[in-house]
């Protein structure tokens, strides 16, 4: 069993995060206490988060008035227990094309593309604006057991 807290992401983090796995995001600014939502993601090979959203979401209301945020990633049932959680200050990035290829990759990742109702939902997505929000982290915990 293990549970230690560093300020970046090692290589077996990386590979963990690479799964298709939901992650649950949580925002400093809003309810008490934080009501986190799933979320996909993707962890970058600089050690930072990223997912994408509508430019107008709640999520996005919530960081404008304060950029800290967490994303907690839990194995699913039936695997070994394994967490990672990642908190830190987040940047909103309004680059479309950035946001929408992010959209993009992450459909692949999460979705079977050649179901021609998936292709449909992505192609709304990708219809929509959509911004980055990217969680550098201050402070990774992670347990194993």
């Known amino acids: ?17 690479r799964r298709p796995l939901h992650g649950f995001f949580s925002t ?6 934080p009501q986190p939502r ?10 930072t988060i990223q997912l994408f959203t509508a430019p107008d ?37 309004q680059g479309l094309d950035a946001a929408h290829n992010l959209a993009a990759r992450l459909a692949a990742r ?11 939902d992505l192609a709304e997505i990708l219809a929509d604006d959509q911004v980055r929000v990217v969680l550098h982290p201050e402070q990774i915990r992670r347990f194993t057991f």
């Open 110 to 120: 999460y979705w079977d593309l050649d179901d021609p109702a998936r292709a449909a």
């Open 1 to 17: 069993m293990s549970d230690e807290t560093l300020t970046t992401l090692t290589d077996d983090d990386r590979d963990f995060l």
């Open 57 to 93: 979401s709640l999520k996005v209301r919530r960081l404008a008035e304060d950029p800290r945020s967490s994303l907690v990633v839990a194995a699913p049932a039936g695997e070994r227990e394994r967490w990672i959680s990642v908190s830190g200050s987040t940047t909103v990035e």
């Open 38 to 47: 799933p979320v996909w993601f993707e962890a970058t090979a600089d050690g």
């Open 28 to 33: 400093a600014s809003g309810p008490v206490p």
